[in-house]
């Protein structure tokens, strides 16, 4: 009944999304929130939607850096990763993913393959 009424895509692009000051690296962006803080922001393309955001934490302390959730996909992880070595240059210690949807947890291979140690509550890691 309202298949007419819905416009080609409902979401603004990437591009439309970022805001001055965002870093543009691969997929993704970058925004540094406090000297120490950076939000990553993956896109998964959902049709008829368009490109859905999807935001984690990228924090460094003293000698390493934390990552909270991954990115969608092992690939845009893989990029996190990517941008943490060029722009931070400090080992990733850990990563904590708060809850398992595709959106927090989707790069968990990427992070596993890399050595680094992923924690999660109990139920998120029963229910992935």
């Not at 979401?11 to 970022?18: E, K, L, S, V």
């Amino acid at each position: 009944m309202l298949s007419g009424c819905m416009p080609g895509e409902i979401r603004p692009t990437i591009g439309q999304q970022m805001e001055t000051g965002d870093q543009r690296f691969g997929d993704l962006v970058f925004r540094q929130l406090a000297p120490n803080v950076w939000q990553h922001t993956s896109y998964l393309d959902m049709p008829g939607f368009g490109a859905v955001a999807s935001n984690g934490l990228i924090v460094r302390d003293g000698g390493r850096v934390l990552v909270v959730d991954t990115a969608w996909t092992d690939d845009q992880t893989a990029q996190i990763l990517n941008w943490i070595k060029q722009e931070i240059n400090l080992p990733v210690a850990l990563a904590v993913v708060t809850h398992a949807h595709q959106d927090k947890m989707g790069g968990m291979n990427a992070l596993h393959a890399a050595g680094i140690a992923t924690y999660a509550n109990a139920l998120s890691n029963q229910l992935a």
